[in-house]
Nanobody, 122 residues
Framework: QVYLSESGGDSVQAGGSLRLTCTANRGSACMGWFRQAPGKEREGVAGIFTGGSNSYYGDSVRGRFTISQDTATNTIYLQMNSLKPEDTAMYYC??????????????????WGQGTQVTVSS
């Protein structure tokens, strides 16, 4: 079992930045970030292959968000810039283990954290 712990959620104004952090208890093939806003489906935000540097992004965040990792500590980060009110959501860290598909295949992530809230005000 992969256990994931997120931190870094906060309330910010539009145009601001936040960095989320997620640490896992052990390594996994892929790690990523998802988000879910009230009344909406869960959305894949970013994913990264822990064995290399391949990263993947959802269309709504590409160019504004950056995923990175520290493989020595099984930690990933999500740097979020130019935040918009529509980025408001609960953000979840996730892991794919074992590897079943590309790390950008959002539907096969199978381990989840508890979430951290991001609120962006206009």
């Amino acid at each position: 079992q992969v256990y994931l712990s997120e931190s870094g959620g906060d309330s910010v104004q539009a145009g601001g930045s936040l960095r989320l952090t997620c640490t896992a208890n052990r390594g996994s093939a892929c790690m990523g970030w998802f988000r879910q806003a009230p009344g909406k489906e869960r959305e894949g935000v970013a994913g990264i292959f822990t064995g290399g540097s391949n990263s993947y992004y959802g269309d709504s965040v590409r160019g504004r968000f950056t995923i990175s990792q520290d493989t020595a500590t099984n930690t990933i980060y999500l740097q979020m810039n130019s935040l918009k009110p529509e980025d408001t959501a609960m953000y979840y860290c996730a892991a794919m283990s074992p590897k079943q598909a590309s790390c950008g295949t959002w539907g096969v992530y199978n381990h989840w954290g508890q979430g951290t809230q991001v609120t962006v005000s206009s």
